[in-house]
């Protein structure tokens, strides 16, 4: 078998889909993409595929390795974004050709469903106390809420007092057993970040995420030592070797790779199985379509140490095109209780709708994030 093709499609709401094709016949999904860089991304692709024509798909180590280090620049969002969806339509084949899904490919199952949370209250959060009514109402066990929206690196308590309000409104909404995760976005610079997240703890949150930027994860520190609530972070971490030192230090609880910007399925499942030595809890990173979601699924059904997936149904993001409409059979995904059923069928378990992708395909996005300034005019962190 050997690899003929490959398609991309930058789809709305800010999507890019990957499809490679087999001379068997055989295809494989990815979803490989930065939001706001997926040109950037879609380039990354074509260059990684001119290696892989030719080539036989079911050698994913392989391909992985030579793709990472076969460059002599490697790492970062976009190469890394790049090989995430390749990889993961190379597992999406491997799959098909076992007429297996991919976690049983990994060595199994450790878990039959997924704990899953939703987003409520978007960028600049407001209404999340109704919103997480609402979620608790269709059955979710948790949410996710930005915390924040701008914050200098010394703030007004204003700002802290308006954050534990919107928390203890939704905790109020959601009763003690709701889970709340709770983004900092990396908007938080390290003086107030201590401050939040110490008085963050009487609502007794599931997490705090990116308290502070990766690139000041040495901070983490001072924050674990001002509260007790366990702390997030990963989703702009890209590989194993980011994460080690973070691993090494001690001073996260869980981590949140994002299966299609840190190295796909295979990259994926290394740094979980890293962080489950350090006694680690994972949370895989997924605000992202069909295909990602699949391949997180697939991942989390082997990790004992995954205990809540993100998803994205319904979130601020998804305007023009949602989480399920790229999809065949949109009951893949069965949210019940608060958790979502593992994907069986062979592969990753989802069957694109191939002629509407064609469809959003021709009307594309260009989607980028907004960018934010204080009130000095400063840049701002979105």
Not at 51 to 78: A, C, S, T
Not at 143 to 151: F, R, S
Not at 284 to 294: D, F
Request: aromatic content about 10%.
């Amino acid at each position: 078998m050997k690899i003929t093709r490959f398609t991309l499609f930058q789809v709305p709401p800010r999507w890019l889909f990957l499809k490679i094709e087999t001379d068997t016949g055989l295809v494989g999904w990815g979803e490989p993409v930065i939001e706001g860089k997926a040109a950037t991304v879609a380039t990354a692709v074509q260059e990684l595929m001119e290696n892989l024509i030719g080539k036989d798909p079911l050698n994913i180590e392989d391909h992985w390795q030579v793709m990472y280090r076969g460059g002599f620049y490697r790492g970062g969002p976009i190469l890394m974004s790049a090989i995430a969806g390749i990889d993961q339509a190379l597992w999406d084949i491997k799959g098909k050709y076992h007429n297996a899904p991919i976690h049983q490919l990994l060595g199994g199952r450790a878990r039959d469903t997924m704990r899953v949370y939703s987003w409520i209250g978007g960028d600049r959060p407001h209404d999340v106390g109704a919103a997480a009514a609402d979620m608790v109402a269709r059955g979710f066990t948790a949410v996710k809420m930005n915390g924040t929206d701008e914050m200098g690196y010394v703030d007004s308590y204003v700002k802290i007092d308006a954050v534990l309000a919107r928390v203890a409104a939704v905790r109020e909404a959601g009763g003690p057993g709701l889970g709340i995760g709770i983004d900092f976005h990396g908007r938080v610079h390290k003086p107030m970040a201590k401050v939040l997240a110490k008085e963050l703890e009487a609502y007794r949150p599931m997490f705090i995420e990116e308290p502070v930027l990766p690139q000041h994860n040495e901070a983490l520190r001072d924050i674990a030592n001002h509260c007790a609530i366990p702390i997030a972070t990963g989703e702009r971490m890209f590989s194993r070797w980011d994460f080690k030192q973070l691993l090494i230090d001690g001073y996260v609880d869980i981590i949140q790779p994002d299966l299609s910007h840190a190295g796909g399925i295979t990259e994926c499942k290394k740094i979980i199985s890293m962080a489950e030595a350090f006694d680690v809890a994972a949370a895989p990173h997924c605000p992202l379509g069909p295909i990602a979601l699949a391949a997180c699924l697939q991942v989390d059904a082997t990790c004992h140490n995954a205990f809540i997936q993100e998803q994205s149904l319904g979130i601020h993001y998804n305007k023009e095109n949602d989480l399920l409409d790229y999809l065949v059979d949109k009951s893949v995904f069965f949210y019940e209780n608060g958790y979502c059923k593992i994907p069986e069928g062979p592969g990753l378990g989802i069957e694109i709708n191939e002629e509407y992708l064609r469809q959003r395909a021709a009307i594309g996005h260009n989607w980028h994030n907004p960018v934010w300034r204080n009130t000095d005019g400063s840049v701002a962190e979105w």
